[in-house]
């Protein structure tokens, strides 16, 4: 029963100190292979310091606390399932009582950095949510297995979510929960061509899409390359003037369409990285996201004057890349973040490898797939996207793509 108690019980759940003490000596009997009994958790609590009395055994009241505790509870072991679920309920809500205060005592502290404060009550909530305490056999599993199956059936080139070029879908198996894509080039090779063509793709599949312009905060450049890519022109141009009748009816019949898909902006220059957390949360709560993309990584600000922050730049983007990984494997979220990163000036020329990307200890460490797209040659439409880093397939390598000079959209290679 025991092990039945300790799988669904969190151990932090007790609201009585002696209650928490006496269920870690029976945790740490129970990993020692010696039987619980009054003799065993009396002598080990005897063997055990306590801050307050000259040993724990003491401090919870001794062997006649423990025959008072059986004499209360006879026969109460069939309900041990329901007393349980009491003790955690009651845990969760001293912990909402808790996050409540702290939110209350911040919102009042004008030095408290508010951002922090929210995603600290937003990762307790988290945890309140995390179901990973609850076993699951492989009878139970089957069914969801074999829909997913079903579906790999149905659509063999990706299982997760499709970037739209089929090479590398067969290479990653798309966009997968919980894993976070690192889209790693210099600037024109085409990282946010390949962010906003992904995005674009899984928007006109329904897919709720969630983009964070980090880079120059402006909205209108990312809604002028999705309306450019969705109706191949250069929306620069159109802009300007320079454009034709044909090619102007194609971008008018694209805003049409694109203003019914699900893809949601925010766009802030030197955007913090506890604002970003905040938003992302806030925007997967009111809209449902089915996928992130932030461009870009180096352009995520730090609140520098926070006396928790990280010092040096790379430490920041380490700070950056962790939390980032948190957020997508995150409860609340649970969907693949695409993040794009700048890379050192020494890749330029050549074919870039994963120590190019800026900061490149820390996004090689916390992301799961790491795709390098690269040109050669500027003049033309032809390039390639290089998966250096694969833990989803364990695939890596080039694939072949090109991309159109007019609207920049990624596509299949036609080589």
């Known amino acids: 029963m025991f092990f039945e108690v300790a799988a669904t019980l969190d151990d932090n759940a007790w609201f009585f100190p002696k209650h928490a003490i006496i269920w870690e000596a029976m945790n740490q009997l129970t ?13 080990h609590l005897l063997q055990t310091k306590s801050s307050t009395q000259a040993h724990a055994l003491e401090y919870v009241g001794g062997p006649v606390y423990f ?48 951002n922090e404060s929210v995603n ?12 990973n305490r609850t076993f699951t056999t492989i009878g139970d599993g089957l069914k969801a297995h074999l829909d997913i199956a079903e579906q790999a059936r149905a659509n063999p080139i990706a299982m997760g979510i499709p970037s739209g070029i089929s090479d590398l879908d067969k290479m990653i198996d798309g966009f997968h929960k919980r894993r976070v894509y690192l889209i790693g080039a210099r600037t024109h090779h085409g990282k946010t061509a390949l962010l906003m ?3 674009l793709h899984a928007a006109r599949q329904g897919l709720r899409v969630g983009i964070f312009n980090t880079a120059d905060g402006n909205k209108q450049d990312v809604i002028s390359r999705i309306i450019g890519i969705a109706a191949n022109v ?3 141009d159109i802009l300007m003037g320079r454009c034709d009748a044909a090619q102007y009816s194609r971008y008018v019949d694209a805003t049409r369409k694109v203003e019914k898909y699900p893809i949601y902006i925010e766009s802030e220059m030197g955007m913090t990285l506890p604002e970003l957390l905040v938003k992302a949360r806030n925007m997967k709560y009111r809209y449902g996201l089915d996928i992130i ?5 180096q352009e995520i600000g730090i609140d520098t004057s926070h006396p928790k922050a990280p010092s040096t730049r790379v430490d920041q983007l380490r700070y950056i890349a962790t939390a980032i990984s948190k957020l997508a494997g995150g409860e609340m979220l649970n969907l693949p973040i695409l993040l794009a990163a700048q890379l050192n000036r020494g890749a330029e020329g050549r074919s870039p490898i994963i120590s190019d990307i800026k900061g490149s200890g820390a996004f090689e460490q916390t992301a799961d797939v790491i795709i390098m797209p690269y040109r050669e040659d500027f003049s033309l439409e ?33 080589w």
């Open 382 to 414: 032809n390039m390639v996207l290089k998966v250096g880093k694969n833990r989803v397939t364990g695939r890596t390598g080039t694939v072949e793509a090109m991309i159109n000079k007019v609207s920049t959209k990624i596509s299949d290679s036609l």
């Open 234 to 236: 250069n929306s620069h």
């Open 197 to 199: 063509t992904v995005a």
């Open 31 to 43: 990993n020692d292979s010696i039987a619980i009994d009054n003799v065993t958790l009396s002598e």
């Open 67 to 114: 025959t008072q505790l059986l004499a209360d509870n006879i026969g109460a072991s069939r309900n041990y399932k329901a007393y349980v679920d009491i003790i955690n309920e009651g845990h969760r809500r001293r912990c909402m009582l808790i996050a409540s205060d702290e939110l209350r005592r911040d919102a009042t502290d004008y030095d408290a950095d508010i």
């Open 120 to 131: 600290q009550s937003y990762s307790v909530l988290d945890k309140l949510s995390d179901k």
């Open 293 to 297: 993309c932030i461009d870009y990584a």
